[in-house]
């Protein structure tokens, strides 16, 4: 079965750095388009960030650019989001998704939501001091 599960949020002040790692049981990451979306208190859900699946490329929500990196680990199926930088805005629930196309093809370049395949459980970021 299809599982997609996030680790590496917590508590950080302004300024610091957190590392996301998104894990993929049950099918390749290779083989999949995957993005990061964040959901803040009171707001829905956007996309952060997206990696091609074919040539790995990146594109970046513009609040995000130049402070978050996302990349892929083929050998542990993984997809990470380093994030630099960071602000009391980038505060909330970070989800990693998967869609099985070859290319990031939603809005600004990262996921339609409702092309979506699998969605992980989602993990907190706090930004405050």
């Known amino acids: 079965q299809a599982q997609l599960v996030e680790s590496g949020g917590g508590l950080v002040q302004p300024g610091g750095s957190l590392r996301l790692s998104c894990a993929a049981s049950?099918?390749?990451?290779?083989?999949?388009?995957i993005a990061w979306f964040r959901q803040a208190p009171g707001k829905g859900r956007e996309g952060v960030s997206c990696?091609?699946?074919?040539?790995?490329?990146?594109n970046y929500e513009d609040s995000v650019k130049g402070r978050f990196t996302i990349s892929r680990d083929s050998a542990k199926n993984t997809v990470d989001l380093q994030m630099n930088s960071l602000k009391p805005e980038d505060t909330g629930v970070y989800y990693c998704?998967?869609?099985?196309?070859?290319?990031?093809?939603?809005?600004?370049?990262?996921?339609?939501?409702?092309?979506?395949?699998?969605w992980g459980q989602g993990t907190q970021v706090t930004v405050s001091s």
């Open positions: 049950g099918f390749t990451v290779d083989r999949y388009s």
């Open positions: 990696i091609n699946s074919i040539g790995g490329h990146a």
């Open positions: 998704a998967a869609e099985n196309s070859p290319q990031c093809g939603g809005p600004a370049g990262i996921l339609d939501q409702r092309l979506i395949d699998f």
